[in-house]
């Protein structure tokens, strides 16, 4: 219980120190007091790591619900959205004046740039002369803070950036803040962008492939003493950008490039290959049956796996605001249907009853409507002659609370993770880039194998394979925030709708990219058309 308080008491320790920064420009504005805290903060090497905490801590902020389990999934049209009465209905039909949709971009915008203007900081802070940072967290404060720049960057060129393909490559899209100067930096073509996200990841990779922890003494869900400050810096690498996550976003990187010969060589000798450790031992573990099935505390986001994730203290909030039981149809983000059988899990999931990932992730909900008496009498109604109907509707339990006086492990860090770089992706890029289908169908089984999946699979062509890894992927990372982005970085015009089982949701290629938010076109006098 020590160990994730004291994790915890850091990150807002940090949070409260950082200096402040509103946007791409705003933060052009700082004050004398803020800069006299700046130079404060990196006098000690637990100020570089207070500064860094504070950028994960920030994190929560975007990726705790937008651009994880929210309005990013919903766009992904996972779910129904009853005849378009929802309360999320602006994200899932694209409604991009809408005055609830700016205010998530605004914020969304506003909030990445503040955390990577943060981070610009601490990078420039890194190198200087006499720097106070010590020798053995150089590499991994650095490492760590070029990828977190260069992951939001990303992001920010996959939600405003065009599906990218070489007529594309050349549109103005966003600036890559890198410098820790205060000076607003231009709009950059897409391609520019994604070389910065790739000199940055590389250049992390590098700093982190022979001083990641994570080689010798593994994730480290747990301290080495009871301060759980100074110690915890090098362990809790599930919610730091390790070796591995940075590795792994490379390969989406390369990906989004369109080099899958680069991004197949990354997965399968940088990322597979080194987590497997021995024949028997893995650093990042297939997650276990007793962990998927343990009692009232099972473990549905398969965490072992999980290679990035933000820590969120509240996460429990978005399952009630989300997905819980307890919310109407109108306002619950769910499949459509009533049943296993009768609905979208039927559709999504081909292996509906052992998939651990619908049997046990999806819940049904009945609810008894008492109607009046049937003259004829009913068979199915009370004795009185009261009729009652039944009506069922899905919920979705991956976000789940568990029961707190459950034991696993001795570990509870998955109970408030929100996974954003998981294992099973590197297989899936595997599996896409492949030389040849009977590959391709090795990495997928792996997965499926480890989600108890009985029901074979085949593939003959390229076309075959494409369609189970989007499948398999679409299962994979639902509630993370990743779908929307596969969809897009294919150009796929139709896959499947949430709205209608098995239904074919038809869509509008220009509804992949949004639009630069106001703010920003306010400081740089941009005027809406």
């Not at 070389?195 to 982190?208: H, S, T």
């Not at 080495?224 to 590795?247: C, H, I, K, M, P």
């Not at 169908?441 to 029901?455: K, P, V």
């Amino acid at each position: 219980m020590m160990k994730m308080k004291n994790i915890a008491k850091s990150l807002v320790v940090a949070g409260s120190l950082l200096f402040s920064t509103v946007s791409c420009s705003d933060w052009l504005d700082v004050k004398m007091s803020d800069k006299i805290m700046e130079n404060s903060l990196y006098t000690t090497n637990n100020g570089f790591m207070v500064a860094l905490n504070g950028v994960y801590l920030g994190l929560v902020d975007v990726y705790g619900e937008d651009l994880s389990v929210g309005l990013i999934d919903i766009m992904a049209q996972y779910y129904n959205m009853v005849n378009g009465n929802h309360t999320y209905k602006t994200y899932a039909n694209y409604m991009y004046e809408e005055e609830m949709f700016k205010n998530k971009s605004n914020n969304i915008w506003t909030k990445m740039y503040e955390l990577i203007a943060n981070t610009n900081t601490l990078l420039s802070h890194c190198d200087e002369e006499g720097t106070a940072l010590r020798p053995d967290y150089y590499p991994l404060v650095k490492g760590e803070a070029l990828a977190l720049r260069a992951m939001m960057h990303f992001d920010l060129l996959r939600l405003y950036g065009p599906s990218y393909n070489e007529a594309t490559a050349s549109q103005i899209c966003i600036p890559y803040q890198d410098m820790a100067k205060r000076d607003i930096t231009p709009l950059l073509p897409a391609s520019e962008v994604l070389a910065k996200v790739i000199r940055d990841l590389e250049e992390a990779r590098d700093l982190l492939k022979d001083n990641d922890p994570v080689f010798t003494t593994g994730v480290g869900n747990g301290v080495l003493s009871d301060d759980g400050l100074d110690r915890a810096d090098f362990t809790y690498r599930q919610l730091r950008l390790n070796y591995f996550a940075v590795q792994t976003l490379l390969a989406r990187a390369y990906l989004w490039k369109g080099d899958k010969a680069t991004a197949y060589r990354i997965v399968t000798e940088e990322v597979i290959a080194k987590n497997q450790k021995d024949e028997e031992t893995m650093i990042f573990p297939w997650t276990t049956k007793e962990q998927v099935e343990a009692d009232k505390k099972n473990d549905l986001l398969f965490s072992s796996e999980v290679f990035f994730a933000v820590y969120h203290s509240s996460r429990s909030k978005l399952n009630s605001s989300y997905f819980s039981q307890a919310l109407s149809l109108t306002s619950r983000l769910t499949f459509i249907g009533s049943n296993f059988a009768n609905s979208q899990i039927a559709v999504f999931y081909d292996d509906p009853s052992n998939d651990w990932r619908s049997s046990l992730t999806w819940g049904i909900m009945t609810i008894a409507a008492v109607g009046g008496g049937d003259d004829e009498g009913d068979d199915e109604g009370d004795d009185d002659g009261t009729k009652v109907d039944e009506s069922s509707s899905l919920y979705f339990m991956k976000y789940a609370d568990a029961e707190r006086d459950a034991e696993l492990d001795g570990t509870e860090t998955y109970l408030n993770m929100i996974p954003l770089i998981r294992l099973s992706e590197a297989y899936l890029i595997a599996a896409e880039c492949a030389a040849t289908p009977e590959e391709a169908l090795e990495y997928l089984r792996a997965i499926r194998e480890h989600r108890n999946c009985h029901m074979a699979i085949t593939a003959a062509s390229a076309d075959e394979v494409r369609d189970l890894v989007t499948k398999e992927f679409a299962r994979e990372v639902i509630g993370e925030g990743q779908l929307f982005f596969y969809y897009k970085r294919l150009n796929l015009d139709k896959f499947l709708s949430g709205s209608e089982i098995g239904g074919t949701y038809e869509m509008m290629i220009d509804n992949y990219v949004w639009d630069l938010p106001d703010v920003e076109k306010t400081k740089r006098g941009i005027v809406n058309n």
